[in-house]
C-alpha cells in the first residue's frame, strides 16, 4: 500500500494511505486541531492565550476591528434584553423571526449555536455518530473543526489537496462521493475558504450538488459570506429552500463584529435540524440574541464594515504586491501572502513586534494568514513585514 505523510502543526496526521482517485487524496485519522491542541479522546481546544488587546494588531483570527456597530451594542444595552434574563426560554429578542425573514425560511429552518463553532461541532457529532464507517470529506487546508471533532469521536476524514491556483477542487470532491458514497457521513465546503479566502464560484456549488449521491448531506459554511464582492459566488441558502440536504452556517462573529459573544445558526431542512439539535446546548445568552436580531437589520453597519475591509484589504495587497510578494485573490476580511519562506520562521518575528499573525495551515506552510485589521493596525503589519522580511530566510523556498 502506498502511504503518503503530510505535516500538519500542532496535530498527528497519519495519513492512511490513497484512496481510488487519485495519489494526492489523504485519508487522515486523529487529526487535532492545528494550533491549540485538539487531543482525540480528551475534547477539544485548550484555553485560548489572554493577549493585551490595547497593544498588539490583532490580525490572527479573521474578526471584525471595528467593534460592536452603535444599533446591536444599544439593542444589547436596552433594558428589555435584560428584564427575563433570570429565566431558561426568555424571549429572543425578535431573532428567529429576523432570520426567517432575511432568508425567507420557517422556524424549523433554523438552528442556534453558541457561535457557529458550536453548530460546526454538532453537526459533525449528528452526521458521524451512529456508524463508525462514515468520514467528513472536504478539502485541505479548511477551517479545521469538523475535521477535529471527527477525530475526538473516532471518525476519519478524506481531504482533498486545494488545486494548484489554491481553489477547491470539486470535481475529485463529487468523484469520491459518488466512488466511496457509503462512507460519506457528510460534505464540508468552506465559501469563501479559509484560510484562503477564496470563493467557490456558484457553478461549481452547483456542479457538486447536482453530481453527488440526492441524499447525501452537504454543510456549506458561509461564515464570510457578507465580505463577498465577486458576481460569480451566491449563498447556498436557495439550495435549502428546494429542499435538499443542504446545512448553511452563518456567524455573527464577523460582520456583525460579536465574536466574543458568540452566535452563529444554521439554515436546512427540517429533517436534518431535528438530527442535529440533539448535540447541541439549545442555549445562548439573551443578550446576543438581542444584539444578533438588530444586527440583521442593520445593514448602514454591515455595508460600512464591509466598505472598510474592502479599502483596507485592497490598499495591503497592493503594498504587497508592489514588493514582489504573491497574494491570493481574497474576497473575505482575510488574505494569504506568500514569503518564500517558512510561517514558523516569521510569526515569532512578527509577535515580538506586537503584531499576531495567522498559524501556519499545513500544507500551505510558506503563505501567512493576515486577517485585515483597522488601517492603523496594518500599517503596523506592513511596518512589521518589510523588517522581517529585510532578513535573510532562515528556511528554504517551497510549500510542504
Ligand atoms: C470558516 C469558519 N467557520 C466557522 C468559524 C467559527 O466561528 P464562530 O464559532 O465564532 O461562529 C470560523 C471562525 O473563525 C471560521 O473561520
Request: charged content about 20%; glycine content about 10%; proline content about 7%.
Amino acid at each position: 500500500m502506498a502511504v503518503s505523510r503530510r505535516r500538519f502543526v500542532g496535530g498527528i496526521a497519519a495519513a492512511l494511505g490513497y484512496i481510488s482517485v487519485g495519489p494526492d487524496v489523504d485519508l487522515f485519522a486523529q487529526q487535532g486541531r492545528g494550533g491549540r491542541a485538539g487531543v482525540p479522546g480528551q475534547g477539544g481546544r485548550g484555553p485560548r492565550q489572554l493577549v493585551d488587546l490595547t497593544k498588539v494588531a490583532k490580525i490572527n483570527n479573521n474578526e471584525n476591528p471595528y467593534g460592536v456597530p452603535p444599533a446591536v451594542r444599544a439593542a444589547m444595552d436596552d433594558p428589555k434584553a435584560w428584564e427575563w434574563a433570570n429565566r431558561y426560554g426568555a424571549p429572543d429578542g425578535g431573532l428567529s423571526q429576523a432570520i426567517q425573514e432575511l432568508h425567507g425560511v420557517k422556524a424549523e429552518n433554523i438552528i442556534f449555536g453558541c457561535g457557529s463553532g458550536e453548530l460546526l461541532s454538532s453537526i459533525t457529532i449528528a452526521m458521524l455518530i451512529g456508524d463508525p464507517k462514515k468520514k467528513v470529506l472536504g478539502v485541505n487546508p479548511t477551517y479545521g473543526d469538523p475535521y477535529s471533532k471527527a477525530a475526538q469521536i473516532g471518525r476519519e476524514t478524506i481531504r482533498v489537496p486545494l488545486n494548484k491556483d489554491y481553489t477547491q477542487n470539486i470535481p475529485a470532491i463529487i468523484d469520491i462521493a459518488n466512488k466511496r458514497a457509503a462512507e460519506i457521513g457528510f460534505i464540508y465546503i468552506v465559501n469563501p475558504n479559509n484560510p484562503t479566502g477564496m470563493i467557490v464560484p456558484k457553478a461549481q456549488i452547483k456542479q457538486l450538488l447536482d453530481g453527488i449521491p440526492k441524499d447525501m448531506p452537504v454543510l456549506i459554511d458561509e461564515a464570510y459570506h457578507h465580505f463577498v464582492d465577486s458576481p460569480d459566488y451566491e449563498s447556498s441558502m436557495k439550495y435549502v429552500l428546494e429542499g435538499r440536504p443542504v446545512i448553511v452556517c452563518r456567524t455573527f462573529s464577523k460582520i456583525a463584529a460579536l465574536a466574543a459573544m458568540r452566535l452563529g445558526y444554521g439554515i436546512a431542512p427540517p429533517e436534518l435540524i431535528r438530527k442535529v439539535r440533539t448535540f447541541t446546548t439549545g442555549s445562548q445568552s439573551i443578550t446576543v440574541k438581542f444584539g444578533g436580531a438588530a444586527s440583521v437589520k442593520d445593514t448602514a453597519g454591515q455595508a460600512k464594515t464591509k466598505a472598510l475591509n474592502k479599502q483596507v484589504r485592497d490598499d495591503t495587497i497592493a503594498k504587497l504586491k508592489a514588493l514582489g510578494h504573491e497574494v491570493l485573490p481574497s474576497e473575505a476580511n482575510f488574505f494569504m501572502v506568500g514569503l518564500k519562506r517558512e510561517v514558523s520562521e516569521v510569526a515569532p518575528e512578527f509577535q515580538k513586534r506586537d503584531v499576531l499573525v495567522g498559524r501556519p495551515f499545513a500544507p500551505m506552510t510558506q503563505h501567512l494568514r493576515v486577517s485585515v485589521g483597522t488601517q492603523a493596525e496594518m500599517d503596523k503589519f506592513m511596518a512589521a513585514f518589510k523588517e522581517i522580511m529585510a532578513a535573510p530566510a532562515k528556511t528554504s523556498a517551497g510549500d510542504k
